[in-house]
């Protein structure tokens, strides 16, 4: 079974530090044939539904604060949030897509980000 | 604007089925899979699976093949999952979403209840 794993589980960190997520899969998500990794980020504050962050692994969606940025490619990625914000304090999952052999959407367990 | 709207809260009794509804405005609701996703109680997200609108097509997660049934309604552009055989593990908040190229989700629904009880 393909596995996303994040860490840490959850974390805290002061108004205008910085914030690092990390998002590994048991399998890459790199596709040759475009040479796109089919990686998400999302962002779930209570009683609301996820909001996409980042797609492609690193391009922002529109209307995101540039504040936030994705890395990585293959197995290992990473969500940043330069500078936290109170508003950003939420749980962030990662997702991938898997084509084959029948198509899979997999999240990570989430990453509980609070204000030190 | 682009949205997806979900029908209202759910109480079901074990063995009993679920049909929640899912309709798209503000955008050509063929030109977009419409994915469904659940979140039990303080868990993280699973993907349930994806219906084409356009042609009705639909895949599963293998955790669901039996039970779990996805149609549309192209011209009022909704939506429909339909869980059957419902257990108390099945309670959960159930989200629609829609899936555009790059393997993940750009708009959700505002998630509906389903609270599975004797």
């Known amino acids: 079974d393909i596995v996303m794993t994040q860490s840490p589980d959850s974390l805290a960190v002061s108004l205008g530090e910085r914030a690092t997520i990390n998002c590994k899969s048991s399998?890459?998500?790199?596709?040759?044939?475009?040479?796109?990794?089919?990686l998400s980020w999302y962002q779930q504050k209570p009683g609301q539904p996820p909001k996409l962050l980042i797609y492609?692994?690193?391009t922002r969606e529109s209307g995101v604060p540039d504040r936030f940025s994705g890395s990585g490619s293959g197995t290992d990625f990473t969500l940043s949030i330069s500078s936290l914000q109170a508003e950003d304090v939420a749980v962030y999952y990662c997702?991938?897509?898997?084509?084959?052999?029948?198509?899979?959407?997999?999240f990570g367990q989430g990453t509980k980000l609070e204000i030190k | 604007q682009v949205q997806l709207v979900q029908s209202g809260a759910e109480v079901k009794k074990p063995g009993a089925s679920v049909k929640v509804s899912c309709k798209a405005s503000?955008?050509?609701?063929?030109?977009?899979?419409i994915h469904w996703m659940r979140q039990a109680p303080g868990q993280g997200l699973e993907w349930m699976g994806w219906?084409?609108?356009?042609?009705?097509?639909?895949n599963h997660a293998q955790e669901f093949q039996g039970r779990v049934t996805m149609t549309r309604d192209t011209p009022i552009s909704a939506t429909y999952m339909e869980l059957s055989r419902l257990r108390s593990d099945d309670t959960a908040v159930y989200y629609c979403?829609?899936?555009?190229?790059?393997?993940?989700?750009?708009?959700w629904g505002q998630g509906t209840m389903v609270t599975v009880s004797s």
């Open positions: 979403a829609r899936g555009p190229d790059f393997g993940g989700f750009d708009i």
């Open positions: 503000g955008y050509t609701f063929t030109h977009y899979y």
């Open positions: 219906i084409n609108p356009s042609n009705g097509d639909t």
């Open positions: 399998q890459s998500v790199l596709y040759s044939s475009n040479n796109k990794n089919y």
């Open positions: 492609w692994a690193s």
């Open positions: 997702q991938q897509y898997y084509g084959t052999p029948s198509p899979m959407y997999i």
